[in-house]
């Protein structure tokens, strides 16, 4: 009753520790995510202030263009005016110097120049078009209609004859050529090679609280509990003035978590009075202090049957219960030295470990067989080199 009662008290102390710590946790992680919030903000910001940037830069680049278009079409009205101006001279000079078909030539030479200047001036997209399209229209009071565009085919009569430019266009034109459509079957086919593949059995599971997110290799998805080959041997010595007078003796397993794995690394044997059959332990406030102080995680017990074999009475089987609740992986360690052997049990996780939690009865009862409550531990890895450090508080 009383390794029940000092069960029931470490299920309390752990359970809070692992509430602070959960406290903690959260904190830590609130505290994580303001800063991620902070920093999301000033991403933001830099963001926003980036597209401002870029759209006062847009602004400022559309502004010179429609300022160097409408300097364009202020030379080109100018130069228009000049060249009318100067071919109706030449015309009447040559006229009257050479003849009216020399006259004739020389007027339709200025209007190919103008046509010329007019057609190499295309208007920009955007802002600018309104005011391009308002000086063509000027130019067209003295010139008649508007050039054509690109996408304007002009009639043959209105193609420039040999000796201008390729591509250019005197006014007039106004047959629209129909939009181009682009082959399809050159469009790539994608025949689903290229989507990557996804490999879903690498995915990480998780357990219980103190897991790390890989997957565990056992049969029940428990991390393993790395035990030193020389542990027992520790014990059964420490134990043996009490295995003489016939007297059980108990000690707490306490370790560390490293690299998803469990290793015992103290043997914590507490002030403790037994018989033959039961081990009760007292002051257990210096076993959790001495926990605290060496950051140990409580990974099972031991003890030992100084006359019988080593097996799990009843009573076992319900203090082991409490570790196993608080702790998945907790084994619990039975020595029967005068038979040479050890157990390493735990109950089953599922039927044995959920009808253990609901028994009622206290003391030394019977439990069915069938299915098995309880079996040797799985998890467990016996490995020698291991420091197992031993605090002996009964002196």
């Given at each position: 009753?009383?390794?029940?009662?000092?069960?029931e008290?470490?299920?309390?102390?752990?359970?809070?520790?692992?509430?602070k710590?959960?406290?903690?946790?959260?904190?830590?992680?609130?505290?994580e995510?303001?800063?991620?919030?902070?920093?999301?903000?000033?991403?933001?910001?830099?963001?926003e202030?980036?597209?401002?940037?870029?759209?006062?830069?847009?602004?400022?680049?559309?502004?010179?263009?429609?300022?160097?278009?409408?300097?364009?079409?202020?030379?080109?009205?100018?130069?228009q005016e000049?060249?009318i101006a100067?071919?109706?001279?030449?015309?009447?000079a040559?006229?009257?110097?050479?003849?009216?078909?020399?006259?004739?030539?020389?007027g339709?030479?200025?209007?190919?120049?103008i046509?010329?200047?007019?057609?190499?001036?295309?208007?920009?997209?955007?802002p600018?078009?309104?005011?391009?399209?308002?000086?063509?229209?000027?130019?067209?009071?003295?010139?008649?209609?508007?050039?054509?565009?690109?996408?304007?085919?002009?009639?043959?009569?209105?193609i420039?004859?040999?000796?201008?430019t390729?591509?250019?266009?005197?006014?007039?034109?106004?047959?629209?050529?129909?939009?181009?459509?682009?082959?399809?079957?050159l469009?790539?086919?994608?025949?689903?090679?290229?989507?990557?593949?996804?490999?879903r059995?690498?995915?990480?599971?998780?357990?219980?609280?103190?897991?790390?997110g890989?997957?565990?290799t056992?049969?029940?998805?428990?991390?393993?509990?790395?035990?030193?080959?020389?542990?027992?041997?520790?014990?059964?010595?420490?134990?043996?003035?009490?295995?003489?007078?016939?007297?059980?003796?108990?000690?707490?397993?306490?370790?560390?978590?490293?690299?998803?794995?469990?290793?015992?690394?103290?043997?914590i044997?507490?002030?403790?009075?037994?018989?033959?059959?039961s081990?009760?332990?007292t002051?257990?406030?210096?076993?959790f202090?001495y926990?605290?102080?060496?950051d140990?995680?409580?990974?099972?017990?031991?003890?030992?049957?100084?006359?019988?074999?080593?097996?799990?009475?009843?009573?076992d089987?319900?203090?082991?219960?409490?570790?196993?609740?608080?702790?998945?992986?907790?084994?619990?360690?039975?020595?029967?030295?005068?038979?040479?052997?050890?157990?390493?049990?735990?109950?089953?996780?599922?039927?044995?470990?959920?009808?253990?939690?609901?028994?009622?009865?206290?003391?030394?009862?019977?439990?069915p067989?069938?299915?098995p409550?309880?079996?040797?531990?799985?998890?467990?890895?016996?490995?020698?080199?291991?420091k197992?450090t031993?605090?002996?508080?009964?002196?």
């Open positions: 009753m009383e390794a029940f009662k000092l069960a008290k470490i299920k309390s102390v752990l359970r809070e520790r692992f509430t710590e959960e406290a903690i946790k959260q904190e830590s992680q609130r505290k995510q303001e800063e991620i919030n902070k920093r999301l903000q000033i991403q933001l910001q830099i963001e202030d980036k597209k401002r940037i870029e759209s006062e830069n847009r602004k400022a680049e559309d502004e010179r263009k429609k300022l160097e278009e409408e300097e364009k079409l202020r030379k080109l009205k100018e130069e000049r060249l100067g071919g109706g001279v030449g015309v009447a040559a006229g009257t110097a050479v003849g009216p078909a020399a006259g004739i030539a020389a339709i030479g200025s209007v190919n120049s046509s010329d200047s007019i057609s190499e001036v295309t208007p920009s997209p955007g600018s078009l309104d005011i391009g399209q308002t000086g063509i229209d000027q130019i067209s009071n003295h010139l008649g209609p508007p050039p054509a565009y690109s996408h304007v085919t002009p009639p043959e009569s209105h420039i004859p040999p000796g201008g390729s591509g250019q266009y005197l006014p007039g034109a106004t047959k629209v050529l129909p939009p181009v459509i682009p082959n399809r079957d469009k790539p086919v994608n025949t689903g090679s290229e989507i990557p593949s996804v490999d059995s690498n995915k990480p599971s998780v357990d219980h609280f103190t897991s790390t890989i997957e565990s056992n049969k029940f998805g428990l991390k393993d509990v790395i035990v030193s080959t020389d542990l027992v041997e520790k014990f059964i010595l420490l134990a043996a003035k009490n295995t003489r007078a016939n007297t059980e003796t108990c000690a707490i397993l306490a370790g560390k978590l490293s690299k998803n794995q469990f290793t015992i690394t103290h043997l044997v507490p002030k403790q009075t037994g018989t033959p059959d081990c009760s332990t002051n257990e406030e210096e076993v202090d926990q605290d102080n060496h140990l995680i409580t990974l099972g017990w031991i003890h030992t049957h100084p006359s019988q074999t080593a097996f799990m009475s009843s009573v089987l319900h203090t082991h219960c409490s570790y196993q609740l608080m702790m998945p992986e907790a084994i619990a360690i039975v020595c029967a030295p005068k038979f040479d052997e050890t157990g390493i049990f735990g109950l089953l996780p599922g039927y044995g470990l959920n009808f253990i939690a609901n028994c009622k009865q206290s003391g030394f009862h019977p439990h067989k069938d299915p409550i309880y079996d040797e531990c799985s998890h467990v890895k016996l490995i020698s080199g291991i197992v031993v605090a002996d508080m009964r002196s």
